[in-house]
């Protein structure tokens, strides 16, 4: 037996052919459409990049219990289970968040692995000039957009592009093992993620007379740029969506000359999507799991089930069910622990795995599916507290955690899932405000583009039930109920409902972002840049009075960004806020 997994990064299912989208030069997506099964109802898990990933080795929900980070001591790992039952799995990738402090246990796990470098901010060439970067709308101008115009300069041939040479290294393999048995290929590509680089022979199917700023690399955000710039981003990313098509080719093309359908299990998947001007956002994080980024896409061929190629089935499944699949095809059984289901009787007659489904990020809203509703469960205070992290694996996404945030740590233990380890209880905090959207509840029949959430009393109530039971099989911190506004124990009743209570935020956060000409412009005031404004001894007050002390990270990052400018990032950033300080720092 042999499989092969294609994974692919921020892969939005709604520019794939297969998924309805008529523009995007995708071929090599629809021929795979063909051969495999299609889910139309494949749910991310936990989000985003890494935790997806630790779902895929672990089978297990783990959001609720931890931000970004590494495979903890006391996790179940896939490929390290395939590999002690005697299978062989080896992973290409130029996914860089691997050989980061968050993404360091992962890896090793493989019979074998191979890294490409040169993607997005990877630490790689080492250059002490600044490279010449091109003016553009991008706010965040942090070392990782730095690098990046570093790295660009050493790929001008797409044979160098680390996507090329993450499926030169795959085929590799497959020329090397296609006539062994027992081993697992996993193809991870960190396309289509951004920034949107690629190549004339990709970008010649879009839109030719562009001539307006750079802009390949959106910041996690509002939408403010000029329609035709948010065009051009959309088909920056179309371009690079259509040279991982053109890499899928090749894998197609291989199993096609050496007959490897017969015997070779392939999935084709994706940790989540992006938003790309849909709902008014860019990004993913900072705002809710839509559609468009929780929702995904997923093809399976299973050779025990061939005459099912080509069809589409509507049953709920999820990212942990991707690990538990390979146990199975492999004949390995999956551990206790494990929340995932195999897809095979899924893929072989569209039988319903489960009857929801749990999505979110850390310390963001809890989401909860059954297909139809989609229900975002925001913290029920602005404060957005409690959140505790749960770890024997104390780093972020690239940085250890700080000695400050071990001061209140407390050893707790063991939890239910943790094979009988104590963990460290820390302090945590999130990114972004769910508070700030409010609570939502969508119905995906009348509304699939999620433009209308709905206030309707007995179908929260019916979701806040799923949630639960979903949060409880999931053993959530008692942190995590509070925090929610949720009971710990028994069911929830009319005082738990929250749609309705948190409409005002919902709406707030659905206004036009306020506009630079809204304000006045002369020095000081909201128009002004924040590093100025944060300088001076005379305006510093005014904002740390109506906004508290930012951090420094932020700050550096958005120095000379004007300070009106902060309303794309955080919906609390109103028009009235906006006005309180404009006219605070104008009574100066």
């Known amino acids: 037996m042999k499989a092969v997994m294609v994974l692919f990064d921020s892969l939005n299912r709604r520019f794939l052919p297969p998924y309805g989208c008529d523009w995007v030069h995708a071929p090599n997506f629809a021929r795979l459409a063909g051969r495999t099964v299609s889910f139309d109802n494949c749910y991310a898990g936990s989000l985003p990049c890494m935790p997806a990933r630790r779902e895929m080795h672990t089978g297990r929900y783990n959001f609720l219990h931890r931000s970004w980070g590494p495979l903890e001591p006391f996790d179940d790992?896939?490929?390290?289970?395939?590999?002690?039952?005697?299978?062989h799995t080896h992973l290409v990738t130029d996914h860089q968040h691997y050989w980061e402090d968050g993404g360091a246990t992962y890896h090793n796990r493989?019979?074998?692995?191979?890294?490409?470098?040169?993607?997005?901010?990877?630490?790689?060439?080492?250059?002490?000039?600044?490279?010449?970067?091109?003016?553009?709308?991008?706010?965040?101008?942090?070392?990782l957009w730095r690098q990046d115009w570093i790295n660009r300069t050493y790929?001008?041939?797409?044979?160098?592009?680390?996507?090329?040479?993450?499926?030169?290294?795959?085929?590799?393999?497959?020329?090397?093992?296609a006539d062994q048995d027992d081993w697992f290929l996993q193809i991870e590509c960190f396309d289509p993620h951004e920034p949107f680089f690629?190549?004339?022979?990709?970008k010649k199917h879009y839109d030719p007379d562009y001539d307006g700023p750079h802009f390949d690399w959106p910041d996690y955000k509002r939408v403010d740029e000029d329609p035709e710039v948010v065009r051009h981003a959309r088909d920056e990313y179309a371009a690079l969506l259509t040279m991982c098509d053109a890499s899928l080719?090749?894998?197609?093309?291989?199993?096609?000359e050496h007959s490897m359908w017969d015997d070779t299990l392939l999935m084709v998947c994706t940790d989540h999507g992006f938003l790309l001007g849909e709902h008014g956002w860019w990004g993913k994080n900072v705002q809710p799991w839509y559609d468009e980024t929780a929702h995904t896409p997923l093809f399976v061929w299973d050779p025990r089930s061939a005459d099912a190629a080509g069809e589409r089935r509507g049953a709920l499944v999820q990212t942990i069910d991707f690990g538990p699949t390979l146990l199975d095809f492999f004949g390995v059984d999956a551990t206790p622990r494990m929340q995932g289901r195999s897809l095979a009787p899924a893929v072989a007659r569209d039988e319903p795995l489960r009857g929801a489904g749990l999505f979110g990020s850390f310390g963001g809203h809890v989401n909860v599916t059954d297909g139809r509703y989609v229900y975002m469960r925001a913290s029920a205070s602005p404060a957005n507290t409690p959140i505790d992290e749960h770890t024997l694996m104390p780093t972020h996404m690239n940085a250890r955690f700080a000695p400050s945030e071990l001061?209140?740590?407390?050893?707790?233990?063991?939890?239910?899932?943790?094979?009988?380890?104590?963990?460290?209880?820390?302090?945590?905090?999130?990114?972004?405000s769910s508070y700030a959207f409010g609570t939502l509840l969508f119905d995906l029949e009348t509304d699939p583009d999620q433009q209308n959430p709905i206030v309707d009393d007995e179908q929260e109530l019916r979701m806040i039930g799923l949630l639960l039971g979903l949060m409880r099989a999931t053993d959530a911190p008692a942190s995590q109920y509070e925090r929610l506004g949720l009971p710990l124990d028994g069911p929830a009743d009319a005082s738990h409902l929250q749609v309705r209570r948190q409409l005002p935020q919902a709406e707030a956060s659905r206004r036009p972002v306020p506009r630079a000409a809204d304000f006045r412009s002369e020095w000081p005031s909201v128009n002004s840049p924040l590093r100025r404004l944060l300088d001076d001894p005379a305006t510093?007050?005014?904002?740390?009075?109506?906004?508290?002390?930012?951090p420094e990270r932020l700050t550096r990052m958005l120095g000379d960004t004007p300070l009106v400018r902060l309303?794309?990032?955080?919906?609390?950033?109103?028009?009235?806020l906006l006005q309180a300080i404009d006219d605070d720092l104008a009574a100066l």
């Open 77 to 87: 790992s896939v490929p390290e289970m395939l590999k002690d039952a005697g299978v």
């Open 407 to 432: 001061a209140d740590a407390e050893l707790l233990g063991p939890l239910p899932f943790t094979q009988g380890a104590p963990v460290m209880r820390v302090p945590g905090s999130a990114w972004g």
């Open 249 to 256: 080719g090749r894998v197609l093309d291989f199993m096609d």
């Open 198 to 202: 690629s190549y004339a022979d990709h």
């Open 567 to 576: 309303a794309t990032v955080n919906p609390a950033f109103g028009s009235g």
């Open 540 to 550: 510093r007050p005014v904002l740390e009075r109506h906004i508290g002390v930012l």
């Open 155 to 177: 790929l001008q041939d797409q044979a160098d592009h680390p996507q090329t040479r993450t499926f030169d290294a795959g085929l590799e393999f497959l020329a090397t093992n």
């Open 110 to 143: 493989f019979s074998t692995y191979e890294f490409f470098r040169g993607q997005e901010g990877d630490a790689w060439k080492g250059h002490v000039a600044d490279p010449e970067i091109p003016d553009g709308p991008r706010m965040m101008r942090h070392k």
